[in-house]
């Protein structure tokens, strides 16, 4: 008696597959973060509170290169430096942040003075620095808390004016005119209030959505993966990410808010 045992032609595709399982595991390792940051997304822009001139679409989802080959994906965003018009001046606070030397040093002493008494109002900033010297960051908060932060800059007036003076700046003269220079808006700041409702009506959407991208999101998108480890003919594990780069800049500048509201979301 003879016996013979071939392999059967179908067996050549599982062998194939098993073959790419490592890097079909790597496939679902890189793209399952796009994924799920575009399900949070989603949500965000669907429950994103009204009130919040240009937000929720300053927000996007861009991939980071790290060392090591993590596949870090995030939701950023940032608003451009402009102007501030002169309807939004009663319910705007500014803030002077110095441009600092490699020594750690601010590069300007006036711009110092100015934000050791953080925040000020348009009425009352004596004195206007220029981009070299300083950044100058803007928030929305209530005409309410505008005209309590007012009181208190203009009781330190005097002595301010007259030290800015000392260092040979120009004193602006106090008028309600918007400065004339590009300004950076602080909308993390805005979201955040309107998150934890601090001074005004509260609306969270990032708590909720963070929330359930380690649930309903998250299953979703492994449940679509079974595909990639089980069926040989599936090749959607190759493709690219599909997204655009952002710096690690980017995500430092979003850290402060992200542990804010993965602290509160229970993450």
Excluded: C
Excluded at 8 to 32: F, H
Excluded at 116 to 135: F, I, K
Excluded at 202 to 213: F, K, L, N, S
Aim: no cysteine.
């Amino acid at each position: 008696m003879q016996l013979v045992i071939r392999s059967d032609a179908k067996n050549k595709r599982v062998m194939k597959l098993v073959s790419q399982l490592e890097k079909r595991i790597a496939g679902i390792i890189r793209t399952t973060p796009r994924d799920v940051a575009k399900g949070v997304f989603k949500t965000l822009m669907a429950t994103a509170p009204g009130g919040i001139p240009g937000y929720p679409d300053l927000l996007r989802v861009e991939a980071i290169r790290v060392s090591g080959g993590a596949s870090v994906v995030g939701i950023v965003g940032d608003a451009k430096p402009a102007r501030i018009k002169a309807a939004e001046v009663p319910r705007t606070v500014l803030y002077i942040q110095p441009v600092m030397s490699a020594k750690g040093e601010a590069s300007s002493e006036a711009a110092a003075l100015l934000a050791s008494l953080n925040p000020w109002t348009v009425d009352t900033l004596p004195w206007e620095p220029s981009r070299r010297e300083a950044n100058v960051i803007t928030r929305n908060v209530t005409e309410r808390e505008v005209r309590r932060i007012e009181q208190r800059r203009s009781g330190d007036l005097t002595s301010v004016v007259a030290e800015l003076r000392r260092l040979g700046v120009t004193i602006r003269p106090r008028s309600s005119v918007p400065p004339k220079r590009k300004v950076v808006r602080d909308v993390a700041f805005e979201v955040l209030r309107r998150e934890f409702g601090i001074e005004i009506q509260g609306q969270a959407h990032w708590r909720p959505a963070i929330r359930a991208a380690s649930r309903a999101i998250l299953r979703s998108v492994l449940k679509r993966r079974r595909a990639w480890l089980t069926m040989p003919g599936n090749a959607q594990w190759k493709r690219p990410l599909g997204l655009p780069f952002g710096s690690m800049s980017q995500v430092r500048d979003m850290q402060r808010f992200q542990r804010m509201v993965a602290k509160a979301a229970g993450r």
